[in-house]
């Protein structure tokens, strides 16, 4: 035997962490949220995290969240977050038309969050252990694999981000619709002109994607671009010309980067034998938005709680564990497959098409019932009353067919089957609707 060979002879495995009630891969907002649930179920909890204790937090994103969502953290976990209020939402054309969405939003600071959370999941008795999960245990699931270990549990929940590893092995054909993003946080010269967190939609501006410029205080807001494009170097490009076009007069730029985005139509089931799944993981993103915080922390909370169910009822088949993608579908899910066909019509638009749309179109609250309901019907009757005075028919006749299916859509998730008998069948409808939302 060669001497690499008895190197890698005598390297000896890690023996098996002790069985837990619950365990999560991955320690980022589904993550922390399922975790401090199942403790709050007096469950015992490990938390598996690819990253350093002292990197947990630090991610390519917006950094936005409802204001909502931050009041409901502190309410129900005692989680103070500090944050930015902003009025709304601010979508436009290239040209500068916009539209002001009233929904309370916040901008925060991603890592300063992350290690919050992190500590309160500590504090409250989860293990913590930094390793790189490689792969479920067994099926049902059982636990995770990490490269030297193994980590027993009851109820395994996959927190992993985009790359979702354990639910992957469930669904391995599946294609990985994912967006890359480019995000820089900007130091300002001049104070901020606006309390409105801003996107900018222009398929001749970013193919399938937008920018965007979130105020995170009165001297710094965080910009970035992200959508299905080829090169980094184009969307540094994007953003810089985004940031001439917005008149923002930078005195420095701080943390730079690129990060993967989930692009994909929400997942329909969010449980497999003994998995539960959540996060970027499970694409519980905002299609529109991109907007991932609100949804991931109602999404860990819901896992964590029939995590808990599971583990008092001794059964973690796919029927036993059902109801977390009940929640979620009346939660966020139906929503969000209306917002995955909202989304394809907008970036389909050229800069003219979206500008009309805005000025003589949706006001501010067609789009927050569309954002929050995933209708818009005051909106479809405009559609109509201006097709029957011949304005834009080819524009308009599109547009009133994304108002059509988005409300079949939503009318389809009201019959979410509460079993998994009948679902291959819902399932079917869903992607028959879906496809036909694609621009």
Known sequence: MNKINKLKSSKKKVPPMKPHDVVIAGCGMAGALAGLTALKKNLTVCIVEKNKREYIGKKICGE????????????????????????????????????????????????????????????????????????????????????????HSTVTIDCSGVASVLRRTFTPGEPAFLGVAYKENLILKEPVTTDYALLMFDKNVIPAGYV?????????????????????????????????????????????????????????SLVYPGLLVCGDAASQVNPLTGEGIAPALKA????????????????????????????????????????????????????????????????????????????????????????????RPRLLYRMYAVLILMNEIKRLYTYYPETPEGFSVWQQNLDYYLKKGRY
């Open 64 to 151: 936005l969240m409802t204001q909502k969502s931050r009041d409901w953290l502190k309410n129900e976990f005692n989680l103070s977050i500090t944050s930015y209020p902003l009025k709304g939402l601010e979508i436009c054309s290239s040209s500068g038309h916009k539209v002001h969405v009233p929904i309370p939003l916040c901008t925060i600071d991603r890592w300063k969050v992350g290690q919050t959370m992190l500590q309160k999941v500590l504090t409250e008795g989860a293990e913590v252990t930094c390793k790189t999960v490689k792969g479920p245990l067994g099926e049902p699931v059982k636990g995770v694999k990490t490269k030297d270990t193994t980590i």
């Open 212 to 268: 965007w410029c979130f105020p995170k205080s009165e001297y710094e807001v965080n910009v970035g671009a992200g959508g299905l494009v080829r090169g980094k170097a184009f969307l540094k490009k994007i953003l810089e010309k985004a940031v001439k076009t917005l008149g923002i007069t930078v005195k420095r730029r701080e943390f730079p980067g690129f990060g993967v985005v989930p692009l994909g139509r929400p997942l329909p």
């Open 300 to 391: 860990g909370y819901l896992a964590g709680k029939v995590a808990a169910e599971a583990v008092a009822n001794d059964d973690i088949s796919v029927e036993g564990m059902w109801k977390y993608n009940c929640d979620f579908a009346r939660e966020y899910g139906a929503t969000h497959a209306s917002l995955f066909v909202a989304r394809n019509f907008l970036v389909s638009l050229s800069g003219e098409e979206l500008t009309y749309f805005l000025r003589s179109i949706v006001t501010g609250d067609d789009l927050s019932q569309l954002l929050q309901e995933g209708t818009a019907h005051k909106g479809m009757k405009k559609v109509v009353a201006f097709l029957k005075n011949w304005r």
